[in-house]
């Protein structure tokens, strides 16, 4: 049972970190099953973050407040358009109330970043010609 979601941050990605690293030490959060031994609970990508957690509602609901209390500090919030939860090995009542908890918008693999997927092989050719689409359009 896990869960990961995306979601368009910000520019100061030190203080969402340290948000991170807070609510990762609480004893009720727990992480996704593949990241547990890292403590790994989060990426950062230019103005992008990539969450991980397990697909648990007390762990969504402190991931929330982190969102929220980033929201506070520093005035950004996540784009709830642009948001979205990835569930993999939960039931559909499990992810009905984790969605409930986030309310973001339910995604699915893979998972794509400037329109490249995100997978854990080396990306062939075919792959990146999206982003290479979008580079050259600009370039004209």
């Known amino acids: 049972m ?5 979601s368009p941050l910000c520019p100061d990605h030190g203080y969402f970190t340290q948000q991170m690293l807070l609510a990762v ?19 950062m990508f230019a103005g992008d ?11 969504l609901s402190f991931i929330m407040d ?16 642009k948001s979205q939860a990835i569930f993999g090995g939960c039931s559909e009542a499990l992810q009905a109330t ?8 339910e ?9 490249i997927p995100v997978i854990a092989s080396q990306l062939i050719k075919i792959e990146c010609r999206a982003l290479v689409e ?7």
Not at 98 to 105: A, D, H, P, Y
Not at 134 to 140: A, D, E, F, P, W
């Open 2 to 6: 896990a869960t990961l979601f995306t």
């Open 66 to 81: 982190t969102l929220q209390e980033f929201h506070r500090v520093m005035g950004l919030k996540a784009n709830q358009l």
């Open 98 to 105: 984790c969605l409930q908890t986030m309310r973001f918008q």
């Open 107 to 115: 995604g699915s693999l893979p998972l794509r970043y400037l329109g």
């Open 134 to 140: 979008k580079i050259m359009g600009r370039v004209r």
């Open 25 to 43: 030490h609480h004893p009720n959060f727990q992480f996704h099953p593949h990241c547990k031994e890292l403590r790994l609970s989060h990426l």
């Open 49 to 59: 973050v990539i969450i991980f957690s397990k697909a648990h509602p007390p762990t």
